[in-house]
C-alpha cells in the first residue's frame, strides 16, 4: 500500500538551520621582531604579553558571511619590545534557514568559536619561527565577548537617547 496525502500533494520537508564552514583563510599577518637577532639571545625575567582579539563580521553573499578574528599580540621585557604580531584570520561560512533573532548569535560566537583553534595555531607557529617560545593563547569565551559588545551599545545607544539638559539662563 502507498502513502497518499489528500489533494495528491507530497507533503513539504522543513527547511531545518544549517551551517557550513566554506572556507578559511589569513587576509592579513605581520610579524616584528625589533631586536633580532639579540632580542632570541638575550636572557632576563619573563616577559609582559598583551594580547587582544576582535571579530569582525560581512556578509558576501545572500546566505555567505565571512567572520574575521583580528587578534594582536605583542611581548615587553622592560621598555623593550621583543615581537609584536597582527594576525586577521578568516572563516567564509554559508548559513541556510536561520532565523533573523539567531544570526547575530551564530556569527558572533560560534563562527569565531569554530575558527579560533586554527588562528590560535598560527599565532602559535609564527612566534616561534620568529625565535620565541610558541605563544599559546588560552581558550576566548566568545559568548561573553558578544555579552560585553551588547552592553556597550546598549550604553552608548543610552547615552545618546538621553534628554540633554535644558540651558539656565541667568
Known amino acids: ?15 531545518p538551520p544549517s551551517m557550513n564552514l566554506v572556507g578559511q ?16 639571545m638575550a ?10 582579539i576582535s571579530v569582525g563580521v ?23 619590545v621583543l615581537f609584536n604580531v597582527e594576525l586577521v584570520y578568516g572563516g567564509v561560512f554559508r548559513l541556510k534557514n536561520v532565523p533573523e533573532v539567531q544570526l547575530s548569535q551564530l556569527l558572533m560566537i560560534e563562527c569565531p568559536r569554530l575558527i579560533f583553534p586554527f588562528a590560535r595555531q598560527v599565532l ?6 620568529g625565535g620565541f617560545p610558541p605563544l599559546m593563547m588560552e581558550p576566548v569565551d566568545f559568548a ?6 551588547l552592553q556597550k551599545l546598549a550604553a552608548q545607544q543610552g547615552a545618546a537617547a538621553a534628554p540633554a539638559e535644558p540651558e539656565k539662563l541667568n
Open 1 to 15: 500500500m502507498s502513502d497518499e496525502t489528500q489533494g495528491g500533494a507530497a507533503p513539504q520537508a522543513a527547511n
Open 124 to 129: 602559535a607557529s609564527v612566534t616561534q619561527q
Open 25 to 40: 583563510y589569513i587576509r592579513d599577518l605581520s610579524f616584528e621582531n625589533p631586536g633580532a637577532p639579540g632580542s632570541i
Open 43 to 52: 636572557g632576563g625575567g619573563n616577559p609582559a604579553f598583551n594580547v587582544s
Open 144 to 149: 561573553a565577548i558578544y555579552r560585553q559588545n
Open 58 to 80: 560581512k556578509k558576501q553573499a545572500d546566505d555567505l558571511y565571512a567572520v574575521e578574528l583580528t587578534l594582536n599580540a605583542k611581548a615587553n621585557r622592560e621598555a623593550t
